[in-house]
């Protein structure tokens, strides 16, 4: 009886997901506005159209990243080696730890 | 009966052992031979796998003894249907990955096929290997041929992306070294099949050794928190190799699947708990991670990360409803057909525009609809869109984690979202922005596996028994009993 009913209810929540998605976007294009003279543009002294420098595409997701938070996840990704080996042997610590627990 | 039959499959890596000298020796009188010589090689040791495949459908487990020495000694080599499954994929991807590399790579060719053959031996021996130790031999030819190809390019990105990834790996091999140290020192063997027999549950270094075996193969599969080499590496090598990197992380799947199935046998639900939290992390991570780059490669390896995740996710649910480890397996092949079509778009794309940043590509040159088709295809089979293989997998993946745990269903469908949206991020900003007015053609050497591919996402999409009955012959077939009796010809 229930087996009936999971494709839909897998695509509702696909799509319920997608609305929130959508909501998200415009909701936290009102927090954290685009201020407009972040779109001029000036190259050696000429105005460059906004369409032509795509940044509307390129930064799509930045006010929904920023309202949520996101953006800590990308700061712990720095590019600095010692925090990288850090975190596998971190991991790895926690790991063994989490075994020896439960062999 | 077994030990009579042939395992080709070995033979392709000698073939592209031999073929990694010969162009190292052969090019530096003549170049241009280099990228006919690993095309040859690839396409032998893809007709040499598919001939072994033909075997083991046959007879479920070829092995094979080198030099005549019985196991536990001498060297065992073992084909069953997860290694030959994996390996047919990898010598497919690999035999498409030189044809890309053919216009792709236009200076130090001997160099770029020399290092390409190594990293595919690396590849396939640890798809072959029976004990342990060669499996770090391999490990190693597939690792050191990595860290020079990030540095191909040799400019600042390409060396300091190789110097990290260097030491990370060196730190990660490192532990997997270990591990098979504590592992001689309990059995005195290094074979998989004897320790298996030998190892038992009572020690109390199992944790400890388990869990260095799965940070060093973790790492090799970038499973969050060892994945940050991943999109540094992918970002210096040239982009056919990140094809080549995701045949490499699926290596250590493999490694972690084989662990598990064969070697230690694990049947403690709570270690597949701690997948199931690992998994959930690299799907959220990889896709979040995706969504802010700028960088196509960049976007394509933690897109690839996040695929991983849904693998382990699958894999992790295998423990508590059998349909999973089947989930895991199609995934698997999913991922490798997808993320590779991916990457050679993106391949196509930087060889027109000279650059991976997204924008620049945009602006550089207008390329031919079929490619950003393909790359749409590729995405959304990576979003698992209904007639794509993506979808078939992923919707095992829903319903198993729906019996077990509803709220794994939805992490995953949010993932799908995520996937989704930086997916029409890369899509509109390369495809529908584009300015340029200069046309490119697409070369037939790179046309022709992308078209390969995108067949292959449609056809697993539309017909995705086939991939759920090969799936199936892999899982049924799991179980370590199976590899013992055969290896040690019982």
Redesign the interface.
């Known amino acids: 009886m229930i087996a009936e009913f999971?494709p839909l209810?897998?695509a509702s929540?696909?799509a319920i997901?997608?609305a929130v998605?959508a909501l998200l976007m415009l909701i936290s294009k009102k927090i954290h506005p685009t201020k407009k003279d972040q779109r001029k543009t000036f190259a050696c002294g000429e105005e460059i159209e906004e369409?032509?420098l795509?940044i509307p595409?390129?930064s799509?997701?930045n006010n929904m990243?920023k309202t949520l938070r996101?953006?800590v996840?990308?700061r712990w990704?720095s590019?600095n080696?010692a925090s990288?080996?850090i975190?596998?042997m971190?991991?790895?610590v926690l790991?063994?730890i989490?075994?020896?627990y439960?062999? | 009966m077994g030990d009579k039959i042939e395992m080709f499959s070995f033979y392709a890596i000698l073939i592209l052992l031999a073929s990694a000298f010969a162009t190292a020796v052969i090019g530096i009188k003549r170049e241009g031979v280099a990228p006919y010589i690993a095309i040859a090689s690839t396409f032998t040791a893809l007709v040499l796998t598919l001939l072994t495949l033909r075997d083991v459908i046959a007879n479920r487990i070829v092995t094979m003894q080198i030099g005549g020495w019985l196991a536990p000694y001498g060297i065992t080599v073992v084909m069953d249907p997860l290694s030959i499954v994996i390996t047919s994929i990898v010598a497919t991807i690999g035999f498409f990955a030189a044809l890309v590399s053919f216009r792709f790579v236009e200076e130090r060719k001997v160099e770029y096929y020399t290092l390409f053959s190594l990293i595919m031996v690396g590849i396939l021996g640890v798809l072959h290997a029976g004990d342990m130790f060669n499996l770090f031999v391999f490990i190693e030819i597939l690792s050191i041929a990595s860290y020079s190809l990030v540095a191909y390019h040799r400019d600042k990105i390409s060396i300091e992306a190789s110097i990290k990834y260097l030491i990370m790996s060196s730190f990660a091999t490192g532990l997997i070294l270990l591990s098979i140290a504590f592992i001689y020192g309990l059995t005195g063997t290094l074979n998989m099949a004897d320790i298996a027999l030998k190892l038992g549950t009572e020690s109390g270094l199992l944790p400890i050794i388990f869990g260095l075996l799965l940070t060093g193969f973790g790492f090799k599969a970038a499973l969050v928190p060892f994945h940050a080499w991943k999109p540094d590496a992918v970002m210096g090598a040239p982009a056919p190799i990140g094809a080549i990197f995701v045949l490499a992380s699926l290596a250590g799947v493999y490694a972690i699947f084989r662990m598990f199935f064969t070697v230690f046998f694990i049947t403690n639900i709570s270690v597949y708990y701690l997948i199931i939290g690992l998994s959930v992390a690299t799907m959220i991570v990889g896709a979040i991670l995706a969504l802010q780059q700028t960088d196509i490669l960049r976007l394509l390896a933690y897109a690839s990360i996040s695929q991983v995740g849904y693998i382990f996710l699958a894999f992790g649910i295998g423990a508590l409803h059998g349909f999973g480890y089947t989930a895991a397996i199609f995934h698997l092949i999913n991922v490798a057909i997808f993320d590779s079509l991916l990457f050679f778009c993106a391949a196509v794309l930087i060889h027109g525009a000279g650059s991976s940043d997204m924008h620049k590509i945009s602006q550089s040159v207008r390329f031919s609809p079929i490619l950003g088709y393909s790359f749409m295809i590729g995405m959304l089979a990576a979003v698992g869109v209904p007639l794509l293989n993506g979808f078939a997998s992923k919707w095992i993946i829903y319903i198993t984690t729906l019996y077990v745990q509803p709220l794994l269903t939805i992490i995953a469908l949010l993932v799908s979202v995520l996937t989704l949206a930086y997916g029409v991020k890369a899509f509109y900003i390369m495809f529908l922005t584009n300015s340029s007015k200069k046309r490119m053609r697409i070369p037939i050497t790179m046309l022709v596996p992308i078209l390969i591919l995108v067949a292959a996402c449609v056809f697993l999409g539309i017909y995705p028994q086939l991939g759920v009955q090969i799936s199936e012959f892999v899982v049924k077939n799991l179980a370590n009993i199976f590899y013992i009796g055969k290896v040690f010809g019982i």
Do not use: Q, S
Request: net charge neutral.
């Open positions: 999971v209810l897998i929540v696909f997901i997608i998605f369409k032509n795509n595409a390129e799509l997701y990243i996101l953006d996840i990308r990704h590019g080696l990288y080996i975190t596998i971190l991991g790895m790991m063994i989490y075994f020896i439960v062999w």
